[in-house]
């Protein structure tokens, strides 16, 4: 099973930019989708985006569409989440999440199902 940490998180005004990056080790993540999902205080956790094991494929969320962008670096293990113009309900705590579901279809997983997490990194948007 991937191992994921997942780090980047702060505090940013809005309509200001974070990078969120995860790292995967312990298994052979180019056989693992990655995506990322956040949980705002009181709510349930939800997706965010997510990547095709070959990286050909991403999916958003369509609160995201336009302004986040995922990508990863199979040569490192890394993926990573470029948030751009945040807005106060961007605020979360932010998991890096992976699954050997093909394609984007960990988009539609239950978080239950997903197979591996990270630890989450907090997402703090101020006005």
């Known amino acids: 099973q991937v191992q994921l940490v997942d780090a980047g998180g702060g505090l940013v005004q809005a309509g200001g930019s974070l990078r969120l990056s995860c790292t995967a080790s312990g298994g052979t993540s180019n056989n693992f989708a990655l995506a990322w999902f956040r949980q705002g205080p009181g709510k349930e956790r939800e997706f965010v985006a997510c990547i095709s094991q070959n990286g050909e494929y991403t999916y958003y969320a369509e609160s995201v569409k336009g302004r986040f962008s995922i990508s990863r670096d199979k040569d490192r293990d890394l993926a990573y989440l470029q948030m751009n113009n945040l807005s106060i309900e961007d605020s979360a705590v932010y998991y890096c999440?992976?699954?050997?579901?093909?394609?984007?279809?960990?988009?539609?997983?239950?978080?239950?199902?997903?197979?591996?997490w990270g630890k989450g990194t907090l997402v703090t948007v101020s006005s």
């Open positions: 999440a992976a699954d050997e579901t093909p394609g984007i279809s960990i988009a539609t997983m239950p978080p239950p199902m997903v197979r591996s």
